[in-house]
């Protein structure tokens, strides 16, 4: 395996008119990993994910996905082949029976895994017979993940996957996923569920109001972050700025209480603390919620 | 085996996995040629990205407690200093489960004795031991 990252970014933008949906982004996911890819709702996530994948063209900046330049025209047979997408709206054609779209699709793809197909039927209980029309949400949405799965992609993009599917069906998609990175397979995909996220992610990235506030391993984060509580016999006002320290995010009093939101350097923070005379010190891990809403918020 | 990995904690869920092994050599819960899962089946099991297990079984195999033989999975391997070390710390063990029963005897709520406990071994980084 090489380590050439799979997606690569430089300056990237996408303006409609006046606004701008993605700013100057610069954004790159490594081969073999799960790198999530976060943000609120009209942040920029799927206009994004369209740009990569050559459906929209960009206004600003160039990139490449399995070193090829999103903007080339000529989308190429072997790039589809090597890169598969499972889209928001899950479009599929709704007169076909679920049978009938694998047969179909199952002919695009040399490299494709009817093993796959019979596990993944009978893991997600899709019934082959049905018209997709009268699929729920949640079926549908196991069906293109299975359309993609099955076709061996060097790279899965998914966006917001979870979407519609009950606790049973994240836990199937986030298996599927496991194992598909497993046999090398580089994941890419957006979602709100920060809980399943931050088990199974290597990476994670979080886009707000179109630019990119966080890229980090979660690994680095775990680390890194802390929230410092302290309590002070007094609360001067030159405290705050005496505890400005590298790494301090923000910082939020509450009569003798301090507490300090730090995205590393915890150590020196709580050192100073000291020296400052703070009478109670303690530091506690910081999930990915709380920085997902920091990241959002003080943006 | 069964791992509990805690996503929110402030240790990277590798080091997690790392040290649950570590503490299941120590209590005889796995021994000396069990057999753990492959990565894959593992990380699906758990629920990680299988780089994390792949990651935890790497750095278990450079402490010299992990065998990783190709195509036919993961042996634990304990060598005798290893032994001793398990011996060391199942006595360990039983002579915290008495200073605890003592502190509750004594009349102090669990939060406090983990309060006291936490306090003393803070500012210690998390350590794994390389046997």
Redesign the interface.
Known sequence: MTSEPVVETNGLGKSYGRISAVRDLNLTVGP???TAFLGLNGAGKSTTIRMLLGMIRPTEGSGTVLGRRIDDPAGSLEFRRRVAYVSEDKRLYGYMTVEQIIRFTSSFYPDWRADVVRTLLKQYDLPPDRKIRSLSKGMRTKLALLLALARRPQLLILDEPSEGLDPVGI?DL??SL??Q??EGTAVFFSSHQI??V?????QVCILHQGRLVLDAS??DL??S??QIDMVFPSLPAELQSQLQLEGVESIRTSGHQMSVFASRNADAIMERARDLHAGSIEA?????REIFLQKVKEN | MFFKLKPSAGQPLYLQLMQQIQHAIENGALQDGDQLPGIRTLAEELLVSPNTVAKAYSELEHAGVLDLRHGSGAFISVSRRARLLADRVRAAEMRVRNLIEELREAGLLDDEIRRLFEARLAGQSETVRIS
């Open positions: 073999g990993r799960i836990e986030l298996q496991v194992a990175c497993a809980a399943e931050e088990r199974v992610a290597d979660l690994d775990r680390l972050y802390r506690a891990p910081v999930g990915l």
